[in-house]
């Protein structure tokens, strides 16, 4: 097993990987929504509170100039626990798009876990569960070993370790400490914005933000 970009044996392909053509295979970003892309408002429904957070469009525009397909994996709890509807999630999906749209940014797909295990039990779906990742590696055909997984948790980033690619941490206001400490543990980056996020994954030089 030859190592992965962390120094570890690279895992072995999983079976979304194993249905993907290795000729048609691209790079990607995986990234997180609330609190990474948008201020987490927690169990969001109201589209009219959608806040992109700083630094977030130039970001996702880079990865969009560089032809990364942009994809959104997200946790959504709120809809077991009957904070949101289906309905409320695909309204603020939409106003997320459109505003990011006005700043000359992209998302390219949206995948979310509606379940929570204390409502309806288990899943595989939910972060970091990797099941909404397999899904988009295969209607993407994602090359996942080389993608980039981003987000203010660290079950935003454990995914990456099934793969055995590249995770970066960028802190919000609701990153604990313990999740800072235990991504560094696990050889993830760290940084400042998803600015710096973009500039650390397209391997470009950044200055320090204000």
Do not use: W
């Not at 032809?67 to 309905?87: D, K, T």
């Not at 990011?100 to 929570?116: K, N």
């Amino acid at each position: 097993m030859s190592p992965d970009k962390m120094g570890r044996p690279t895992p072995p392909e999983t079976p979304a990987l194993r249905r993907t053509s290795k000729a048609l295979r691209r790079r990607a970003v995986f990234i997180d929504r609330d609190g990474t892309i948008i201020v987490d408002k927690h169990y969001l429904k109201d589209p009219a509170q959608v806040e992109v957070v700083a630094h977030a469009p130039n970001a996702l525009r880079r990865f969009n100039y560089a032809l990364l397909p942009v994809i959104v994996v997200s946790n959504q709890s709120g809809i077991a626990r009957g904070l949101l509807s289906e309905a409320d999630y695909r309204a603020v999906r939409a106003r997320v798009d459109d505003v990011l749209g006005e700043r000359g940014a992209f998302i390219d797909d949206h995948y979310h876990c509606p379940h929570h295990p204390s409502v309806t039990g288990p899943c595989e779906c939910r972060k970091p569960g990797i099941a909404l990742y397999e899904q988009a590696i295969v209607e993407h055909q994602i090359d996942a070993r080389s993608s980039i997984f981003i987000g203010d948790k660290l079950r935003d980033l454990l995914p990456a370790k099934a793969y055995g690619a590249r995770g970066i941490l960028v802190p919000s206001p609701e990153t604990t400490p313990e999740d800072v400490e235990q991504a560094l543990a696990e050889g993830f980056d760290l940084a400042s914005s998803l600015s710096v996020a973009a500039a650390i994954a397209l391997d470009l030089p950044f200055a320090p933000e204000h």
